[in-house]
């Protein structure tokens, strides 16, 4: 089954800079990578998505790229505001209907 | 808000107990998934129901189990409770099918605690 691995697992940074999360998939199947960001005790939020025909999205202050080749997707996150600590995690899916397999997640701290 | 709901928020029950999770999905959703969240695990998937049918079973124990009514809601059923089961369990819905579907929202979550 699908296997996805998610790094760093801890990452901070002085609010103001970047933040990269990167994660690697093992189905080459997977054609859908959703990305979700989680509060202390809520529910996971999608905060973005990419498909497999598109390489690259952006939405305001966060981008995700896709390499379908390395099997390999990444979150960017510019300008960081200390709202911005959460729980970060990766996923793929074989696309609608299917289940998400999760990265371990990254706990993201902005440092004010 | 997702427009998932699930009750109840919390639960404390005692090892050998039999307790019932249950989520509705967004209005017009047909697919109800459920996963399971501990430190050590992660999110992982247990089910997947779509229209009333299981469509998937990811690693959900044979204690566990599941089903989805005509009204789209869905109920996760976990008995003979053991100290290991205490986790977040969520529940996200999607569209189930089409290619403007892909999207799966979850709901606030049942904290289980086993005692």
């Known amino acids: 089954g699908e296997n996805v691995e998610q790094h760093p697992s801890t990452l901070s940074v002085q609010e103001g800079d970047s933040a990269v999360i990167k994660c690697t998939y093992s189905d080459s199947a997977s054609n859908y990578f959703p990305w979700y960001k989680q509060e202390l005790g809520k529910r996971p939020q999608l905060i973005i998505d990419?498909?497999?025909?598109?390489g690259e999205k952006k939405d305001q202050r966060i981008a995700v790229t896709l390499n379908k080749t390395a099997k390999h997707f990444s979150l960017h996150i510019t300008e960081t505001q200390p709202e911005d600590s959460a729980v970060y995690f990766c996923?793929?899916?074989?696309?609608?209907?299917?289940?998400?397999?999760f990265g371990k997640g990254t706990l993201l701290t902005v440092n004010p | 808000d997702s427009g998932v709901t699930q009750t109840p928020k919390h639960l404390i029950t005692a090892t050998g107990q039999r307790v019932t999770l249950r989520c509705s999905p967004r209005s017009g959703d047909l697919s109800v998934y459920w996963y399971q969240q501990s430190l050590d695990q992660g999110l992982q998937f247990l089910i997947q129901?779509?229209?009333?049918?299981?469509?998937a079973k990811g690693n959900i124990l044979e204690r566990f189990s599941a089903q989805q009514f005509p009204d789209l809601h869905s109920e996760l059923n976990l008995s003979s409770l053991e100290l290991g089961d205490s986790a977040l369990y969520f529940c996200?819905?999607?569209?189930?099918?089409?290619?403007?579907?892909?999207?799966?929202?979850f709901g606030p979550g049942t904290r289980l605690t086993v005692t």
């Open positions: 990419i498909r497999s025909n598109v």
């Open positions: 129901y779509y229209n009333g049918e299981e469509r």
């Open positions: 996200a819905s999607d569209r189930g099918g089409g290619a403007f579907s892909y999207e799966q929202y």
């Open positions: 996923a793929a899916s074989r696309g609608s209907n299917y289940k998400l397999t």
